[in-house]
Every structure is written in structure tokens, then in C-alpha cells.
């Protein structure tokens, strides 16, 4: 079985439309690639209670979390205490991310700056060469800053600790509308339970009217359910396809 994920993004900011969650996008595709089956994505603001009940929620149900946001020196950046509060747990100041803090802000340094070093109590540190701050997870949750460049970085350098058998995918562009082959699609779903069948219309696309899609992390399963899929679609309705 692949392993599970979900996405916690953190900010009032998304929830006004301020800003463009691009995080989720990223992650969900990343981990997509790693062969992680992404679950469940959430937007929540920045509130301890919101934060923390939506972990407690993901922490027990998914094999990782992560979260985006909320990080900062600022009064709304409340991520720490909203999952220490998750595991019921205080948060501590980590010597380790505050003499980073400290070399940073040299003589202007200040207390809200300082309060980036308050991590929930037995948060992990995680060292990587050439961060300057790492990134750090509490049980199986990853915590992430939510300026979308900190945070790929941050992910590029511990990605491979989630890597497993990867989702191979298969894609059958069809120029028929999806009404005309939802029921091919339901039989292949029924008869390969562990390859997950995707359907996506075009518009304004000549060449085509439906992308479908197969992913398993098992080539036989694919190759299998392909052929069938195949052998129920009417003549000349496929375009193209593409994929292994």
C-alpha cells in the first residue's frame, strides 16, 4: 500500500484571497512523484484552535503530515503552538534555532524574533548542509514556512526520507464526451480496484474532448487494466496516449 499524506496550509492571507496558495500544488505533486498518495488538503486560518485540531485529525489518520505557514516573528504566525497543542504539548525554546537566530539578527535582535525558536516540545531538528534553518517534524508531522521558495528548498532537501514505490501513469486522450464512456470507465474501476481511473474534459481543445488517466504503483495492474480499457473504447475514438 502507498503511503499517506495530507497538506495543512496555514494563512489568513489564502482564506482572503490576498494571497495564491501555489504549496499545496507543489507538495501534492512532489510527493505524488515519491509514490505518497496525497489524501486530503486544507486550507485553515491562523488560529491555535483551527491548527490544532485539524493535525490531531491528519496526524492520526495519514502516515505524514505537512504543514505551510504560520512560521514567522509576526502575532498571527501561531503554527508551533497550534500543534503543540495538538499533542497536548508545551512548546520549548531549541538552542539549536536560536543561536541561528542569533547569528542572523546579530544586534537586532529582538523578542518576536527570538519567539521563532519556541518549537513544540520534542520537535526534531532535522540537519541538512547548507540550510540555514532546517527543517524540523514532530512525530510525523513536517512543519514548513509558507514563503513558497523557503519551502521547496526546505522539501528538495529531505524529499527522500518519503520516497516508495512510485505511482506509474498511463494517459488515453479520447474525443469522445465523458457521457459517452463513464461506463467503460466503471467497469475498469470494478474489475483493477488498485488502479485508480481519472477523467478530465477538455474545452476548446479540437484535437480532443476527455483526458483519462490509470495510475498504480504496480506495472502489471496498469498494463492490464489499459488493455482493457482499451478493448472497450469504440474505434477511432482514441486520439493518442501516452505514459509507459
Known sequence: MAKTAGIIIIGNEILSGKTQDTNSYYLASELRKLGVNVRRIV????????????????SEKYDYVFTAGGVGPTHDD????GIAKAFNLKTVTNQKILEVIKERCGNRLNEPTMRMAELPEGAEVIEVEGLRFPPIVLKNVFIFPGIPEFLRQKFSAIKERFRSEPFILKKIYVKEEECFIAHYLEKVTSEFPDVVVGSYPKVGVDEYK????????????????????????PENVVVRTEGT
Open 43 to 58: 486550507v485553515v486560518p491562523d488560529d491555535i484552535d483551527a491548527i490544532a485540531a485539524e493535525v490531531a485529525v491528519q
Open 210 to 233: 476527455v483526458v483519462v488517466t490509470l495510475e498504480s504503483t504496480s506495472q502489471d495492474s496498469l498494463s492490464k487494466a489499459y488493455d482493457f480499457l482499451i478493448g472497450l473504447l
Open 78 to 81: 501561531v503554527t508551533m503552538q
